[in-house]
């Protein structure tokens, strides 16, 4: 009897775990299927936006010209801008709020490996760690030269030491992703906009050269992908007139499940 209870009750937990595995799979693939809708969605609102800009600049540049216009015509160019500067507001705010949503490094990490990276931005000023989201967060002021995707020497000894966590025990089983952002000055210098032609470009490549520090850290390639968000993401609001903000200018480093 004793024997027959023991064997009913190895089956039952035997059945637990099935089905509770079973459940996190389901739950695991519908975050997936969440995050694949919202970044069409997201994407698809960075294309108008981009294109809104693009009209704004256009709307601007015939109302610098307005000295040969009528007094008509001059009001409604403006009235164009302001419409066309409240849209990219709302489009800007709305994506926010829509990235903030996104289920992508949205769950705190494991204690281990939370407490190594709290460790690890704690004297260095040019980290912040979000311990809620697992996010690292580099300023790109402190990462990159102006207008450059180089990393700066003392960001890479950074980049490394944190290669070494990446590789640790504790991290080993989850992937990376590296996004590049900036803020909304335009690039003017010819010598930049040749590699860079816009922030979407330069926020591309930063993360790219971040990815290829990783790499040279012996962080396995199949674990790093990389995006890059130009303008579009910032973290508070940038100053009128396309006159930026540094704390948009930034590389956050997402440290998610495998094949998230």
């Not at 009897?1 to 509770?20: E, H, N, P, R, W």
């Not at 002021?141 to 102006?146: S, T």
């Not at 930063?206 to 390639?221: D, K």
């Given at each position: 009897?004793?024997?027959?209870?023991?064997?009913?009750?190895?089956?039952?937990?035997?059945?637990?775990?099935?089905?509770?595995?079973?459940?996190?799979?389901?739950?695991?693939?519908?975050?997936?299927?969440?995050?694949?809708?919202?970044?069409?969605?997201?994407?698809?609102?960075?294309?108008?936006?981009?294109?809104?800009?693009?009209?704004?600049?256009?709307?601007?540049?015939?109302?610098?010209?307005?000295?040969?216009?009528?007094?008509?015509?001059?009001?409604?160019?403006?009235?164009?801008?302001?419409?066309?500067?409240?849209?990219?507001?709302?489009?800007?705010?709305?994506?926010?709020?829509?990235?903030?949503?996104?289920?992508?490094?949205?769950?705190?990490?494991?204690?281990?490996?939370?407490?190594?990276?709290?460790?690890?931005?704690?004297?260095?000023?040019?980290?912040?760690?979000?311990?809620?989201?697992?996010?690292?967060?580099?300023?790109?002021?402190?990462?990159?030269?102006?207008?450059?995707?180089?990393?700066?020497?003392?960001?890479?000894?950074?980049?490394?030491?944190?290669?070494?966590?990446?590789?640790?025990?504790?991290?080993?089983?989850?992937?990376?992703?590296?996004?590049?952002?900036?803020?909304?000055?335009?690039?003017?210098?010819?010598?930049?906009?040749?590699?860079?032609?816009?922030?979407?470009?330069?926020?591309?490549?930063?993360?790219?050269?971040?990815?290829?520090?990783?790499?040279?850290?012996?962080?396995?390639?199949?674990?790093?992908?990389?995006?890059?968000?130009?303008?579009?993401?910032?973290?508070?609001?940038?100053k009128p007139d396309s006159k930026g903000n540094p704390k948009n200018r930034r590389v956050e480093i997402y440290i998610i499940p495998r094949g998230l």
């Open positions: 009897m004793q024997t027959a209870k023991v064997s009913a009750l190895f089956v039952l937990c035997a059945f637990y775990l099935l089905v509770t595995g079973c459940v996190g799979e389901q739950q695991y693939g519908d975050v997936k299927i969440q995050n694949d809708k919202q970044q069409k969605r997201i994407a698809d609102l960075e294309s108008q936006l981009q294109a809104g800009t693009l009209e704004l600049q256009q709307v601007s540049r015939k109302l610098q010209t307005a000295g040969e216009r009528s007094g008509a015509e001059t009001n409604a160019l403006q009235q164009k801008i302001a419409a066309l500067t409240e849209d990219k507001q709302k489009k800007t705010a709305l994506i926010t709020a829509m990235q903030q949503q996104l289920l992508l490094g949205g769950a705190a990490l494991p204690v281990e490996l939370s407490a190594m990276l709290e460790d690890f931005a704690q004297d260095k000023p040019m980290v912040n760690y979000d311990s809620d989201h697992g996010i690292v967060r580099f300023k790109s002021d402190l990462l990159f030269e102006a207008g450059s995707d180089a990393v700066v020497p003392s960001a890479q000894e950074a980049i490394k030491s944190l290669c070494g966590i990446l590789n640790s025990e504790q991290a080993r089983e989850f992937d990376i992703v590296i996004a590049g952002h900036t803020d909304d000055v335009r690039i003017a210098r010819p010598q930049t906009l040749a590699k860079h032609p816009t922030n979407w470009h330069l926020s591309a490549h930063r993360a790219i050269s971040v990815l290829n520090l990783m790499t040279a850290g012996n962080i396995s390639p199949a674990r790093l992908s990389i995006r890059g968000f130009g303008e579009y993401r910032p973290v508070e609001p940038n």
